[in-house]
């Protein structure tokens, strides 16, 4: 299944794009978006992915870039998910009582949606957010607007006028469920067919005609879509589904995947840090860490006497379990494999940022090498890559804190998954556990 997260938000670009040619994402016109992810990519052309022996092999005469130690490296916190309102920005009005929605009464994430029952895509959409509410019972809370657009859909309108016509009934639910299950049978229908469609069905729902005919043309139906329709100006949607996370609007795929992606990414500040890692590791000896996969086992040397402040926030992270459990959420042959966001939506950080620890006697001159990603601001925070060939655009860049020294086979096994660009993105490998030894 197809997993395509663009999320919105200009504050957490994936920088291994950095060095890549490619074109600016496009900006959605007229709505401007609260924040931007802009997709990984890969060098073009891509190196091929060649055999490796177990280790990192031996660093290859490559031209790289000249540049100097960085400064000693600091800590700083940072917010996992950005502190904004794009309900509030565009006057909007956030959920309430006032809206039809389900599950918990106490969500740690709410998501609401902008909807017409005459879209295909909002089907889809509805029925997943429901198999989703499920999966989460205790976390999760789901509002349903309808956002009717006459011009384009035909039956929008009357589609939403049927919903809350059932609603004074006390059958909106039952209503919303026949329109979009039933929705095939209903699209080739001319407006007129349609009103009669609705009157057998409503009927099935034990509302007489003329009951159903009067709440039809009742002025609190008709007001509250077009209050819905006006709330919302502000937006100035092209078209629907349109999404919010936490009053956050996003962009990304309505598939089962990409929703439940961001939803552990909303959770994600409840695991995340308060306070930087204080400085635990000792320089004077020796660490490595072992990931453990269903694949066998990858083993790096860190290299904590180049990058102590980030090997020791490796350290701490891998210690505290968090990246137990985590996937290898991007993998592409002849270049990197991402991983170490435990919500796997390659938006994840700890809660805090270490600035870069470069030395220019590291280098990404071979394959093997673990490094730390690093976030527009410049500061790494949780999320790892290792190469798969020599990156020297990358020198002088991103902070090395290992390389692979047993396990390489292991590495070049994982299976290859672009979220961004996958028609078909099959399950990504899964890192179990990070031992750290300690010698």
């Not at 490796?52 to 100097?68: D, H, R, S």
């Not at 895509?121 to 989703?132: F, G, N, P, R």
């Not at 590495?411 to 078909?424: A, F, G, M």
């Amino acid at each position: 299944m197809k997993t395509k997260v663009t999320i919105l938000i200009l504050l957490f670009a994936l920088l291994l794009s950095a060095c890549a040619p490619r074109a600016e994402p496009p900006t959605p016109a007229p709505l401007q978006p609260t924040f931007t992810i802009t997709p990984l990519q890969s060098p073009s052309p891509s190196p091929a992915n060649t055999s490796t022996p177990e280790a990192a092999g031996t660093p290859t005469a490559f031209p790289t870039i000249a540049f100097t130690v960085s400064a000693p490296a600091v800590c700083q916190l940072s917010p996992v998910v950005p502190a904004m309102d794009t309900l509030a920005e565009y006057n909007v009005p956030a959920s309430s009582e006032t809206d039809h929605a389900y599950g918990t009464s106490t969500p740690k994430v709410t998501i609401l949606s902008y909807c017409s029952f005459q879209k295909p895509a909002c089907k889809s959409l509805v029925l997943t957010l429901a198999e989703l509410q499920q999966e989460y019972k205790d976390e999760l809370r789901i509002v349903l607007r309808q956002y009717p657009q006459p011009e384009v859909d035909d039956k929008s309108l009357l589609a939403a006028y049927a919903v809350e016509a059932a609603g004074l009934e006390d059958r909106y639910w039952q209503m919303n469920n026949v329109l979009y299950s039933q929705q095939s049978d209903w699209l080739g229908l001319t407006p007129a067919e349609f009103q009669d469609w609705l009157v057998e069905q409503a009927g099935k729902l034990d509302i007489n005609r003329a009951r159903w005919e009067a709440n039809m043309t009742s002025e609190v139906v008709r007001s509250r879509i077009s209050q819905t329709i006006e709330e919302a100006a502000g937006l100035q949607l092209s078209g629907t589904p349109v999404l919010f996370f936490n009053n956050i609007m996003v962009k990304t795929g309505i598939d089962p995947d990409s929703l439940k992606v961001l939803v552990d990414y909303f959770m994600l500040p409840e695991k995340a840090y308060a306070e930087c890692p204080p400085m635990e590791i000792d320089t004077n000896k020796s660490y490595t860490a072992t990931f453990k996969t269903e694949k066998g086992d990858i083993i790096f040397e860190l290299f904590d006497d180049t990058a102590p402040l980030s090997v020791n926030s490796f350290v701490r992270l891998a210690r505290d379990g968090w990246y137990d459990g985590s996937t290898f959420f991007r993998v592409i042959p002849g270049f990197v494999v991402q991983g170490g966001d435990p919500s796997n939506s390659g938006l994840g950080t700890p809660g805090y940022g270490i600035s870069s620890e470069v030395d220019p006697a590291l280098r990404f001159d071979t394959p093997g090498l673990l490094a730390f990603n690093r976030n527009t601001d410049g500061f790494s925070g949780s999320q790892f890559f290792i190469t798969y060939t020599e990156l020297p655009e990358f020198d002088g860049q991103f902070t090395i804190i290992g390389r692979v020294i047993e396990g390489m086979s292991v590495v070049n096994s994982l299976r290859p998954r672009n979220p961004e660009t996958d028609e078909i993105l099959l399950p990504a490998d899964v890192l179990i556990t990070v031992t750290i030894t300690e010698n």
